[in-house]
């Protein structure tokens, strides 16, 4: 048992013999389980290329997704703006899910509310629930912008967002010009990717869209950056970083990276940082908007192309050496402006560190899943390398996701036995790794439970796994990082080579059996 002067945490302490004949108890009264061999037997089975097959064969059901729902997307959208507060139309059971899923990922206090809705408004719709939860919203937190999505909930009973809205202001709770973008959020479609782009449109049509009279592109000399649903912080500051060092004058819509790193200093700030409204009300007047995620911004494109007539660059999220160099290239082109010194030696350092660590990358095979953008820049980033990407799976993947895959995929010698799997989920992505071994695996910390399983069938199918994603709960302080531009590229060529260098390790330490290659130098 625990004593006051040797407190135990959670794992030592549930070692101890006395907690392991509680839960041998525990187990034999209450759980009525099968015996050993024959979960042993089925935890086999699960590992061949016969339950493979069959596993690939489901179509109504989804087993541990490798996505999230569209308000979960909305709500990080919406916390990008200055004082603004992120509300949901629909349960509060899904916000406070909201909520934690980020606290977990950023260790941050994470603002949002909602309306409540409960079984009574499942029926009768939801519009009482939002007249006093915008009103209460507003008198409480005194935010400057209150942008609003919705759970599945009130999609299903097919709540009217602008009109319950509109309801709210004509009945005086809220003033008339109080600013209230929304954007309806169906969780049963679509993934978070989706509900960030939603949200965004919401806020930057009702913020722009009836005064566009005296907007003309390029007006202000500016560039704007769009940047889809991104969780590395570091991606923000590159950004920025890159373009201050180019001189370009730019607005980033959407920048979450002050309230989402808050300094521990006594001062709590609800809110922080993030673009303004003027920003955003000039945003049209710049010289066109790039998109750092195209793949995940469909809705966002046709809005800016057709409202702010914007000619949208068409470019790939800017990971690894090709894609950076023509990302700089793009804006070089469009804004006049010549890419620094500073920013060659950077790339000059990013491809020494290439050639430094090539012979341990070379011929690697790694099996990795993510969101659309992420995946693309990810199989790119890793043939630059001399990998070979195995498996590269997308749950929220489209027909457009899977050609610009193959089309990518079909320049390189090392993409040519590459897998691709456009909505499967991570059931599907343990039967792939457990029935064709790569080196590692790339992906967030749920794939931490599948890295457990190919453990679990011997040592020799382990599937190491490296943790660049999200969300990532098991770790900390890795959403300060970053993925994009020549410095992401560093830390993530950085993060491979480590991770190669490690596992050799702990396979050559063996004392006078594997140590003749437990070598000092790598």
């Not at 660059?313 to 160099?325: A, F, H, R, S, V």
């Not at 996701?401 to 089309?407: D, E, G, I, Q």
């Not at 059931?427 to 071994?437: A, G, I, P």
Request: glycine share 8%; hydrophobic share 35%.
């Amino acid at each position: 048992m625990q004593q006051a002067d040797d407190i135990k945490p959670c794992y030592p302490l549930f070692r101890q013999d006395e907690y392991k004949e509680s839960l041998t108890n525990k187990q034999n009264a209450f759980e009525e389980r099968h015996e050993a061999d024959k979960v042993q037997d089925t935890f086999k089975w699960t590992t061949t290329m016969e339950y493979r097959e069959l596993n690939f064969k489901r179509e109504a059901l989804t087993v541990n997704p490798a996505k999230a729902c569209q308000p979960l997307g909305a709500v990080l959208c919406a916390l990008g703006f200055e004082k603004t507060m992120p509300y949901v139309h629909g349960s509060q059971g899904c916000v406070a899910y909201f909520r934690t899923y980020f606290n977990r990922h950023f260790r941050e206090p994470i603002s949002c509310v909602s309306d409540s809705m409960t079984e009574d408004a499942a029926v009768f719709g939801g519009q009482k629930n939002m007249i006093d939860g915008l009103e209460n919203c507003r008198a409480i937190y005194k935010p400057d912008v209150i942008a609003v999505s919705t759970t599945c909930m009130a999609e299903v009973i097919g709540d009217d967002l602008n009109a319950f809205i509109r309801n709210t202001k004509k009945a005086g709770n809220i003033p008339e010009d109080y600013p209230t973008p929304f954007a309806h959020t169906p969780s049963f479609v679509g993934s978070h990717v989706t509900g960030w782009d939603n949200m965004f449109e919401g806020i930057i049509r009702y913020f722009t869209l009836n005064t566009m009279d005296d907007k003309v592109p390029g007006k202000n000399g500016k560039i704007n950056i769009v940047p889809g649903f991104e969780t590395y912080l570091g991606n923000y500051r590159v950004i920025h970083r890159m373009l201050d060092e180019m001189g370009v004058a730019h607005t980033m819509l959407s920048d979450p990276t002050e309230v989402l790193d808050t300094p521990a200093d006594g001062q709590f700030r609800m809110y922080a940082g993030g673009t303004t409204q003027d920003e955003i009300k000039d945003a049209p007047n710049a010289t066109t908007t790039f998109l750092m995620q195209p793949m995940q911004l469909e809705k966002t494109k046709k809005f800016l192309d057709t409202t702010w007539k914007h000619e949208v660059p068409k470019l790939n999220i800017p990971m690894g050496l090709e894609w950076t160099d023509e990302w700089l290239m793009k804006v070089s082109e469009v804004t006049g402006k010549a890419i620094p010194a500073s920013l060659l030696k950077e790339r000059g350092r990013f491809v020494d560190m290439m050639t430094d660590s090539h012979t341990w990358l070379h011929g690697k095979k790694i099996s990795l899943y993510g969101d659309p953008d992420f995946t693309l820049g990810m199989t790119k980033f890793l043939t630059e390398l001399g990998i070979e990407p195995l498996h590269v799976l997308c749950n929220n993947g489209s027909k457009k996701w899977t050609k610009a895959m193959k089309a990518m995929l079909d320049e390189t010698p090392y993409g040519k036995n590459t897998q691709l799997f456009a909505g499967a989920d991570l059931w599907h992505f343990r039967s792939l790794v457990l029935t064709e071994k790569p080196d590692f695996m790339i992906g967030n910390s749920y794939a931490k439970f599948i890295q457990r399983d190919t453990l679990h069938k011997g040592k020799e199918f382990e599937v190491p796994l490296i943790r660049i994603g999200f969300p990532i709960f098991d770790r900390h302080h890795m959403h300060r990082a970053t993925t994009l531009g020549y410095e992401g590229a560093m830390q993530m060529l950085t993060t491979l080579t480590n991770a190669v260098l490690e596992r050799l390790d702990e396979e050559t330490r063996g004392m006078g059996t594997t140590d003749y290659n437990h070598d000092l130098v790598r």
